[in-house]
């Protein structure tokens, strides 16, 4: 075994081993047999926690090609172990092109998916684009994240829509626990590893206050930075205000930030406006699916010179003569300067995918729009997860049901 | 006037100073004229910001009676004042009997109302059982509290809801500010002032982890607890357990607990078992709706004596020597040992209950159920919200609008 | 028994029940005889946690006499209690004239103690001033809080200091606790009582980080503000940087400050440059020993009236328009609009009161200067708090004894 | 310049630039001239941090030799750098065998230096034991850290320390910074970066309540963690307690623990008991100076075989099955598995190191005993670091000042 396939080995491994609710769920839908024999078509990041989902679905039976989603986010130790080791069919290699990317993601299509797990949306679209032809043998799909499920309910509401996608992301144990938890730490995570600078003392905008947006305030809170937070939904304006944030637009707050992180699943979050005006020294990173939530075009616009000086960092200097620090190439920050969400944040993630998985099989000829996760698939997870920690809940009365159930009873 | 009255009167002056919210949705509402010659009767806990409501409700011209919607919870001044000083029709005393409680309802039934404001749902209630001539007349209702809903949706189930009543309480504006901050920070504050014990290195045990249990979990944890969390809903176990918290069960959890609060909805939360559990010198508070959340029949069943030991504290010697403290006969703490929440948290409530009043006498003839409050209502409170402390929100451009419209544009 | 002295004695009674510590040292103190038949002065604010100081000296043979420390600190249910119920010799009554307070101070002295007992330093400071004959019969004094600490050292750095004094204030379990989690939960507390405003979402500057101010600033964050800090030494600005808080001048953060928090041991924290420039709508409160850290002469001086708004609120209406709201007259906001710190906390600070006054018994003839608490005393007073609470710590192996003292074993 | 070479130089120009107080005192210590000449023998880790501090002397005229102070935390890139573009003599290598380590210490004497910068202790001690022939050369010493601080405290109190050392570690703009934020951070950076496991939600427990350990549960809680603390202490075991961490002993602490963190400047913290009783799964790390906090050799003695399993993780499988996890051979973790403290902070802290260089030799025939850092010098970096960050503090004004002179002015 060479030396990078023993790494993504070594990977695989601890990540199983910190992975105990798939590998429950995984017992379950083995015996149910809908997965077995059927062709699943994966666009995930490809690395050691997507690995066990996607060998988790081949030892229920299932046919298994895989892509990824995201140009800079393979990690390519687990790529070839899973090719070398376990014999997997992966498409993926860290810093890809365009072209490259897109040929990966058609070359999972090659064996006519049943089912296609997706992260972004790419890998739809694609079928939708291109391969209109494999759509009537597609029972259904499932969608990861906040930006795919966005572009799925765009084509929902255009018509355009023609199989069944599960919302993986509107899952209560998906985005109360990924997005935010997951997130949070992985975003602080990459941003250390990527600096090794001092968070606490901090000023540190972040730009988006949905669940991943909770987390990574919450995070840099956590590690002593001086939290600010940009809105453009005012409910979650006043949400982050209550929480103890000072909020205000992008542009005033860039002017004293010396971190700043975009989780808006939009383009231009930080735009010209806000480069122009952004502090002396500030680092810019993005955790939000797509890389074009910083401005790169911009950036270049208005700088005079750049250079890379630490392996994720790139140096613009500013016309003006600031100095701006931008991770990653304004790709996943946690992924490409960290490892990505934990394994037990993914293990409840990727047990609902699995399990959606299964649902479109079993369920055949759902309509064709995005789905919700049924709360008993909620409910299961999250009781797995608790068992493999060894927590226990409280449980009803059957008088305390009584009692729920009838209003009569009051003062 | 007299002192009583001069201290309600000064309460409603200071709240009134810190509800910008309510006022400007006011003169909107005023504007409009629905609300203009209608009747309104409310059951609310009968303290000054509930007053600057039915003042406002007033003032835009309606006519309105109102009661106390908990025996415990009226702050005297206040009703003194609206009465003495406003010649509102209140019919209102703390400490009044569950005979008196009733019949004061009943009293702000007397003019037929078209619009019924309600709090944990016994007004509602109390129509359709006994003053079912009354439901004709009524275009609608709105209700503030968890428990109200889930008794109004039991009734909706069953079929037996005869008008539509707006959920104040899942309105985004209501759960996640209310609930959560305003019943954080209140229970707080009334285990405070009941008890003057320190919180911080103190075992706190939450007992129900809903807007409310976050709330008071997160200010405990504020405060320097250990905060442990007990619950019967999985996901939100796991939930609780991210956020840092022990997550037990509530008769594993009481036997370490120096503090626990309930509120869950539910009766018995703390019941048998856990009382026999608890520990030595425990101090047991409420902060659900109803009073039967922690059960004083088990208290009375298990201890030799009892005697007040603070002004809201009954100390319970238990037949084994243990000695717990119930703060506040197990009523809302927040409200019977402190103020209730503060004004700029109910201006936000009571600014979407007018809006929801509105919203039936405007919808006239909405179906017999509960109803969600609109989107729109949530927003214009926010913004409204956050107008009044100078907080700008980014605003997306035509540009970014078209991009997240779009499904096509990926990676 | 009369309702004052009913409150009162439960209020006595419940403190002694959470101080538990002073109840362990009691015991010994007794057994060692030290203080018994000597005659103690004490000036401290007389409310349930100092009256149980009080009894527990007499409980060991001390003739103890009483008064309070601050005119509006005197919780007069306690004081009659001590007085009726206990037969205790006790000088206060809230809102005394300066006048008052002064010959309350000096009828403590009236049996020439032995022992001075101090919070703040007036009582030690008469003696020298007025009283110089008492002197030689003084064994040594004992001083609770910074500022005291403060006027003595001056005294010491003179050399008009004619007694030792033990300064309780800078015992590791006196101002580690006391002065940040005591502070910093009371004053949180009497601003909610006071207020009844929301914390969460505003701004709130604290004025002064040490101990005090590390503790408010703490507690202010737990409950959601967020929360600037202006200070005059380096060292501690650094500090509440990097534990997460702005730090800038107090002219600046009031400004933008919803509640200002003095807490300096100086006079004019809040002068007439911060009272000009404070936002409209400001809460002003201090928690320092003395009501000259917000100028009130200022506020005088630059408003056009003034009214009471609340029982424990002066609202300031300026030349120029704003309100300003200032608690409890600018005296000790915990103590005159809440019940001071829990008993818990008190409980170690008094168990240090109690052993330094035998202290300086059984050590007669200490140098006349300004003594720290023994290491052992501290020791002693947190095993007991420990104890207390069933708490466990780790025990040097002998081996790691040896290892510890050992320099030359290295990598 | 080979690739090792560049990673290096951008490591050291990228700590240069965010580390302006050790920039600005620089300018001034080579005015003063004091250093000019003057050969300085150094024991730091040897990274990017410390090389700017050797660049800094060497630019303010002195002759530098560097060893690092432990085996495994040499970042090579940055001391071939150091090497090879700035002919700095450096005596540093990952990974050397204990035999080298000495070696390398030995080289930085061949100059017989005029001043020592340990970190640890190691240098100082080899000085006393092997090299006595150099210490009359010597005008003092700096050292770095507590565990090094307590070695040359029991040397002072044995006698046998002979040249003055100033204790950097006991400076306040130190230990407040560099012990609790910087340690605090790192560690959790470097178990992060080691596991890719998920903080929160999971028990984690540090062992040593002093400043490094305050740091790490207040990061730990800050990622959402459950925390417990042990101590050998009652003072800390109380202040972590009221910091709402559960107190308890190492051996049962170990029972629930996911994590365990030890930074205790003592040997087997983490011994037999603990391990024979640790939870299954558990991950042990070292932030204390030395490797010998968590028992190697128990842990081989109880487990039946080991391997590792990422870049930074032992796996030890022990005789009853239970599975933990050692990592970076039990070497401190933020520098082993992590990048070491943020620049921010070093610069701080080198700051005290190049002050307390000139202070040594200004002051020269100073005690051979442990000096603290006088007032001034703490002052002066702090200050330099607000100007840096251009943070404003208040400055008392003359009546200010008098008034806190005089102590005659009391209520």
Chains 1, 2, 3, 4 share one sequence.
């Not at 140096?315 to 990653?328: A, I, K, N, Q, V």
């Amino acid at each position: 075994m060479n030396e990078l396939v023993a790494k993504g080995k070594k990977r695989l491994d601890w990540a199983r081993d910190h992975m105990p609710v798939i590998e429950n769920v995984k017992q379950e839908v083995s015996e149910n047999g809908y997965l077995d024999g059927k062709n699943v078509s994966m666009a995930l990041h490809v690395e050691a926690k997507t690995g066990i989902l996607a060998l988790s679905l081949r030892e229920v039976g299932a046919n298994v090609k895989m892509a990824s989603c995201n140009p800079l986010s393979t990690d390519d130790s687990v790529a070839e172990a899973l090719r070398e080791e376990y014999g997997m069919d992966v498409h993926a290699k860290r810093g890809q092109t365009d072209e490259e990317y897109y040929e990966n993601l058609t070359n999972t299509l090659k064996h006519a998916p049943n089912v296609v797990i997706d992260d972004g949306g790419d890998l739809i679209s694609l079928i939708h684009i291109e391969r209109e032809d494999l759509i009537d043998g597609i029972a259904g799909g499932a969608e990861e994240t906040t930006t795919g499920v966005v572009r799925l309910r765009a084509m929902e509401k255009e018509g355009t829509l023609r199989f069944p996608v599960m919302s993986v992301n509107d899952a209560l144990m998906k985005h109360l626990f990924d997005n935010r938890y997951g997130t949070g730490q992985s975003t602080m995570d990459g941003i250390m590893s990527a600096t090794n600078l001092q968070i606490s003392g901090k000023n540190f905008l972040v730009v988006g206050y949905g669940w991943c947006g909770r987390g990574i305030a919450m995070r840099a809170k956590g590690m002593g930075a001086s939290v600010m937070v940009s809105e453009v939904d005012p409910v979650k304006a006043v949400e982050a205000r209550m929480d103890g944030f000072e909020v205000l637009p992008t542009k005033k707050g860039i002017e004293k930030a010396d971190f700043v992180v975009t989780v808006t699943g939009c383009k231009d979050a930080v735009g010209e406006e806000a480069i122009r005006k952004s502090k002396d020294g500030c680092v810019l990173a993005n955790s939000g699916h797509f890389d074009n939530e910083i401005s790169k075009e911009k950036l270049n616009q208005f700088s005079k010179s750049k250079r890379k000086v630490r392996e994720d960092i790139m140096e613009y200097t500013m016309e003006d003569g600031r100095t701006l620090y931008l991770l990653s190439e304004g790709r996943l920050v946690n992924l490409a300067a960290g490892q990505g969400h934990p394994a037990e944040i993914m293990d409840m993630s990727f047990a609902l995918q699995m399990m959606s998985a299964e649902y479109v099989l079993k369920n055949e000829g759902l309509e064709p729009k995005v789905h919700s996760i049924p709360r008993e698939i909620d409910e299961k997870v999250a009781s797995l997860k608790l068992e493999s920690e060894d927590i226990e809940v409280d449980k009803l009365t059957e008088e305390q049901k009584r009692y729920i159930e009838n209003w009569k009873e009051g003062t």
